[in-house]
């Protein structure tokens, strides 16, 4: 079970083929690595299994590998276009997971240099269009992790800015807390050659084209978002888990979000993201247990708010009403209500 989906293993990966497996999707939901929140965000789990397919065939279109076998209806795998009604269960093929151990306070990727096929890679890879407030990107600027003239300016950009050029971010997947690292390092702890780094590179790009071209149809800014990918038996890359999501990115209408940024929001003018992101500075495998509040859950309207702004943008980007809802600009005054 994941903070969101729980997955059903149909058939185990191996070391020479890929398994087949279910993920089933949740109405749960999670912010800043907590895991699952007091409350459920109604219809999001169907919501973000078709988003997610409905981007997963763009990509195969354009000749992209990924690992989606269908949206499950009946039993049996199927395309978007053939559902007769909307599903929470989608068919993905399955790779091997192999998690670091901390050991003395160091994770162990060792198991990567061996360069194994099957497998998933341990990283997820970022994109950036602009730097809305609440970037990660402004803490580490300030910190001097990262640098303005790596973003494409040559002086601390002011929030709104939009980038240059798209900027290629990447942090680790499978620590109790993720952070930002280089590509060197990225390449260094997943055992990527440099011809396989810029596979990665390259697909991050494309995706990024084609989530922002599909956020540009529905007047909406496609600020940030993420993938994450694989190996096949060939050792080639292909997108895993789910892309293109209200949760894997950050979509907006002018400065107001249509995302899962909503929750994150809102939550950071509460006493319990004060002690989390103290907790979280410090760092360390333990960090929830110095954390003595519980999160609050969401204000019964807005949380149903968010349940309809997952809804409307599935809606709206496939062209098909899956659910009864609003469209976004009925929902933006009251959003601005609560943020």
Not at 65 to 78: L, P, W
Not at 112 to 131: A, D, F
Not at 138 to 144: A, E, H, P
Request: include cysteine; proline fraction near 6%; charged fraction near 35%.
């Amino acid at each position: 079970m994941g903070s969101v989906k729980d997955l059903k293993v149909i058939k185990s990966p191996s070391e020479k083929q890929p398994g087949i497996g279910r993920f089933v999707f949740s109405d749960r939901y999670s912010v800043f690595d907590w895991g699952k929140m007091p409350q459920d965000i109604d219809r999001k789990g169907k919501a973000l299994c078709l988003a997610g397919a409905y981007f997963f065939e763009r990509l195969q279109e354009r000749g992209i590998e990924t690992h989606y076998r269908g949206i499950v209806e009946s039993g049996r795998a199927k395309k978007l276009d053939e559902l007769k009604s909307p599903s929470n269960i989608m068919e993905v093929n399955l790779y091997r997971v192999f998690k670091p151990r901390l050991k003395k306070g160091i994770y162990d990727y060792s198991r990567y240099l061996k360069r194994p096929s099957n497998v998933l890679i341990p990283l997820e890879v970022i994109y950036r269009n602009s730097l809305p407030e609440g970037s990660s990107i402004f803490k580490r600027l300030k910190n001097g992790t990262v640098s303005p003239r790596e973003v494409g300016f040559d002086a601390v950009p002011e929030p709104e800015s939009r980038l240059p050029e798209p900027f290629m971010d990447v942090s680790t997947k499978f620590e109790h807390t993720d952070r930002y690292i280089d590509w060197d390092t990225a390449a260094d702890i997943a055992g990527l050659d440099e011809q396989e780094t810029g596979k990665i590179k390259d697909i991050l790009l494309e995706v990024n084209k084609i989530i922002t071209k599909e956020a540009e149809k529905m007047g909406m800014e496609n600020s940030d978002g993420k993938i994450e990918l694989a190996f096949n038996e060939k050792r080639e890359p292909v997108v895993a888990d789910v892309l293109g999501t209200p949760d894997e990115c950050r979509f907006r209408k002018g400065k107001i979000s249509l995302s899962k940024e909503l929750a994150r929001i809102y939550y950071r003018e509460t006493d319990w993201y004060r002690e989390v992101s103290g907790a979280r500075e410090t760092g360390g495998a333990s960090w929830k247990e110095r954390v003595s509040l519980s999160p609050p859950a969401l204000p019964e309207r807005f949380a149903g708010i968010i349940s309809d702004v997952y809804c409307a943008f599935v809606n709206e980007l496939t062209g098909r009403r899956w659910f009864d809802s609003p469209e976004f600009d009925e929902l933006i005054d009251e959003i601005q209500e609560y943020i």
